[in-house]
């Protein structure tokens, strides 16, 4: 089974728009399709930016639900090695730590070019629409 984490901007845009791949793979949480990681500093991020005022069309408390299931419904990797700096964004770098600790096979992320530098770690970075393609060849 595929192992990933999910890219801050991948939950903003699934929560802007119903209509993308990013909302796609946000509704397939939980299906037993794929397993998510998630840490408690990326959790703290997707707090930050989630609750910023018209960040999304979501009141805080319906966000806070929102990542309280994304919680409940991953796996829980705590952060044993620091793989920094590797990459260009020290929030990006947050980002691989978690896949690289929770043995992830991917980053899913719209900011691909920025996690050229994952691969050696054996964690690809790909778009929503592009996961979502490799889990339908897997589930038609």
């Not at 920025?114 to 490799?134: I, M």
Request: with cysteine; aromatic share 8%.
């Amino acid at each position: 089974m595929k192992r990933i984490v999910i890219d801050t901007n991948v939950l903003v845009a699934a929560l802007r728009s119903r209509r993308g791949a990013s909302f796609r793979l946000l509704q397939w949480v939980g299906t037993g399709r794929f397993e998510h990681v998630v840490s408690v500093p990326l959790v703290m991020e997707w707090e930050s930016v989630m609750s910023r005022p018209e960040m999304v069309p979501l009141s805080v408390p319906l966000v806070q639900d929102v990542i309280d299931y994304l919680c409940a419904s991953a796996i829980h990797q705590d952060i044993h090695f620091l793989w920094r700096p590797r990459l260009a964004d020290p929030k990006d770098d947050m980002v691989l730590e978690a896949a690289a600790n929770g043995g992830c096979d991917t980053v899913v992320t719209h900011n691909v070019r920025d996690f050229a530098a994952a691969r050696p770690l054996g964690v690809l970075a790909l778009t929503p629409a592009e996961f979502l393609c490799c889990l339908e060849e897997n589930y038609p």
